[in-house]
C-alpha cells in the first residue's frame, strides 16, 4: 500500500522560513517523479515543485527562488524548502508521488499558515 507522510508545516511570519518532509512507503520511491502542490481556501490545487528521479526540478513561477525541493531516495524522502515566506504562500501543502502518467497518490496535507 502506497503511503505518503508529510510533516513540517505551520505557523510563520512573512520572511520566515519552513522545511517539509514527506516520507513515503509502499513505493520505489526512487523512481517516481515527486511533487509538492498546495491548494488555499477557495483556490484550486497548484503544482509548486516537482522533481524527477534524476533530480531535475521544475517550479512554480511564483516560488522560483525562495523554495528548493530536493530528495533523499535512501530516506524515501521529499523536501520542500521554503524560504522568505509570503502570505500568499499560504495553504495546505501536499505531497504527491507521480506513478504512472495516469496513476498518483497523494499524502494527507499539512497546513503552512504564514502571517504577523
Known amino acids: 500500500q502506497v503511503q505518503l507522510v508529510e510533516s513540517g508545516g505551520g505557523l510563520v511570519q512573512p520572511g520566515g522560513s519552513l522545511r517539509l518532509s514527506c516520507v513515503a512507503s509502499g513505493i520505489i520511491f526512487r523512481v517516481y517523479t515527486m511533487g509538492w502542490y498546495r491548494q488555499a481556501p477557495g483556490k484550486q490545487r497548484e503544482l509548486v515543485a516537482s522533481?524527477?528521479?534524476?533530480?531535475?526540478?521544475n517550479y512554480a513561477d511564483s516560488v522560483k527562488g525562495r523554495f528548493t525541493i530536493s530528495r533523499d531516495n535512501a530516506k524515501n524522502t521529499v523536501y520542500l524548502q521554503m524560504n522568505s515566506l509570503k502570505p500568499e504562500d499560504a495553504a495546505v501543502y501536499y505531497c504527491?508521488?507521480?506513478?504512472?502518467?495516469?496513476?498518483?497518490?497523494w499524502g494527507q496535507g499539512t497546513q503552512v499558515t504564514v502571517s504577523s
Open positions: 504527491n508521488a507521480q506513478l504512472s502518467p495516469i496513476q498518483t497518490t
Open positions: 522533481i524527477i528521479s534524476g533530480g531535475s526540478t
